[in-house]
């Protein structure tokens, strides 16, 4: 069982639709939720940090985190051409050390104008 | 603010060169990482450097060599590559202000590394 799920996709939406991306992991031991948007043969680039469970917004984006159902949501409202991207979940322990981050597949998105 | 450099943006080498990546960074973070990243997959942590302690993933082989200057440098020497090594290499840096808490991660743009 991979410690962090998410679909690859590709999901294909209309301009100005809201869009949903998900990932579910199995350590219960994760505190710390990313989301980062990642662009072709670019560096990701942190969108969204939570820690623990609730809910963050930003702009157009609003991270969730359920850590009893071990589920973490990131939504996108006016979606634009723009934010076609690649969309990592990234996790991690609270833990001291050389841990770094897990990262989910990722899932590749498309707006379509 | 949050910026991470990495430089060369592309590399291309062959099987007996050796080369370098370097990566540099001025927000005062004290740890810095290598990930390695596969088209289509996520990246896979490589090295880090922690208040100037190295950690190894050990799966990484020894023809990967990180190297820490100071606390805002960090390169990674290349030797003997193989074409299964070609991939997006990406620095990052966070605060990781001592154990037991965890920071935000930011990336560099990456080094897009082909190995013929």
């Known amino acids: 069982q991979k410690e962090v799920e998410q679909d690859p996709g590709p999901l294909s939406v209309p301009e100005g639709a809201i869009v949903s991306l998900n990932c579910t992991y199995s350590?219960?031991?994760?505190?710390?939720f990313m989301w980062y948007r990642q662009y072709s043969r670019k560096g990701p680039e942190l969108l969204m940090y939570?820690?623990?469970?609730g809910n963050k917004e930003d702009g157009r984006f609003t991270a969730q985190v359920d850590k009893s159902s071990k589920y973490i949501s990131l939504f996108i409202r006016d979606s634009q051409p723009s934010d076609s991207a690649t969309y990592l979940c990234?996790?991690?322990?609270?833990?001291?050390?050389?841990?770094?981050?897990?990262f989910g597949k990722g899932t590749h998105l498309i707006i379509q104008p | 603010d949050t910026e991470v450099t990495q430089t060369p943006k592309h590399l291309v080498m062959g099987m007996t060169n050796k080369k370098s990546l370097k990566c540099e960074q001025h927000?005062?973070?004290?740890?810095m990482y290598w990930y390695k990243q596969k088209a289509k997959k996520p990246p896979e942590l490589m090295f880090v450097?922690?208040?100037?302690?190295?950690?190894i993933n050990e799966s990484v082989p020894s023809r990967f060599s990180p190297e820490c200057p100071n606390s805002s440098l960090l390169n990674l020497h290349l030797h003997a590559l193989q074409p299964e090594d070609s991939a997006l290499y990406l620095c990052?840096?966070?605060?990781?202000?001592?154990?037991?808490?965890?920071?935000?991660?930011?990336f560099g743009s990456g080094t897009q590394l082909s190995v013929l």
């Open positions: 990052a840096s966070s605060t990781r202000r001592g154990e037991g808490t965890n920071e935000k991660l930011f």
């Open positions: 350590n219960s031991a994760f505190q710390y």
């Open positions: 939570t820690y623990s469970s």
């Open positions: 990234a996790m991690s322990d609270s833990g001291g050390g050389a841990d770094g981050l897990t």
């Open positions: 927000m005062g973070h004290r740890a």
């Open positions: 450097y922690s208040y100037e302690k190295l950690s």
